[in-house]
């Protein structure tokens, strides 16, 4: 690193000489000067673009970055991205993919990251563990274990199982709905049998749904209707307009009225990488489902930006705290004061203009309200 930046001011010094010179030629001086000047100074420019670009790439690794870490059971790609950048979301520009390993975006525990040298700059590889245990007079092969996800699992796939939006084109009063027990029950649940009204359109399971939250804009435009998973259930028999519906799990009481509706795909893939968004994105903290006020790392979010506003699972937006509202002292209206940089949010899920996301990071008590956005393009190049 102490090189590239004596290199560089080795290369601003010469530029200012150059540019120097350039201003002490007047104006007799002959063109085939006057080009060999504005050709070294084009050359000096792009030469110092070139070793900016790669301070900047090295300015991404953290000073205390190991030259090699064993991935262990239990990371995340969030946790080890974290050991090696300043922000873990810039992994993908320092990321090596060797093309002679299987899946080079899967990484299993075993695995070794290390530090490399790509065309003078710096990046990360991959040496790929064994997973084979010497046992005479044979060998042992210990089954390859599950990738390690991109965030923590545990957290959001028991939220995925529980959550979903469906946007204005889904009409909830046309959906199939549970209409009675059958045996003058209020509530059933695992074990029981309900009757539903509506067409099941095929056999199999359903999941039974209750609407949630309406999410709405800043302006009141309709966003999205949240749904709450209750449990799921098979379809048993069908009889004239109803069908018979045994409950197969619940995780709180069925009652009359409730949505019965296709499972929705819940797989949440490890191949994702944290990284920023394509295109500037811009967008409010909507709720926080389940009701929690004050908001911390590892809570769920809900945000109004989604798939149309190019927010895609993997992409990690900065939250910034919406400032203090105060009163002016001289004409007493309220002032809002600026922003400040609070944390890190990870979309995990997104619907057309709403998303899901895992907050990561947060320095500070996040609140409904508070903004994210794209990180900024001076963050992502770590050159502030």
Known sequence: MTQTRRRSRRILTELGNAIGMGRGHDQHQKPHAAVRWSGAVAVLVIGLLAAGLVHAQERMLRDDAPQRYTVVRGDTLWDISGRFLNHPWQWPQVWQVNPQIDNPHLIYPGDVIVIRDCDGRPCLGLERGQNVVKLS???????????????????????????RIVDASFNLAEQPYVVASGDKRLISGAGDSVFVRGELKRDGRYGIYRPGEVYRDGQGAFLGQELISIGEGRLSSREGELSKLALLTSRQEVRDGD???????????????????????????????????????????ALDAGTRDGVKPGHVLAIEQQGELVSDPRTEEPVRLPGVDAGLVMVFRSYDRVSYGLVMQANRTLEVG????????????SLR
Do not use: W
């Open 137 to 163: 007079p044979e060998v042992k092969r210990i089954p390859r274990r599950q990738a390690i996800p991109p965030l923590p699992l545990e957290v959001v796939e028991n939220f995925l199982t529980r959550h």
């Open 259 to 301: 949505l019965v509706m296709p499972l929705e795909q819940l797989e949440l893939t490890g191949e994702f990488q944290p990284r920023p968004p394509e295109q500037a994105v811009e967008g409010r903290i909507l709720a926080v489902p389940g009701g929690v006020r004050f908001i911390g790392r590892l809570h769920v979010v």
């Open 370 to 381: 508070d903004r994210v956005h794209t990180p900024d393009s001076m963050d992502l190049y």
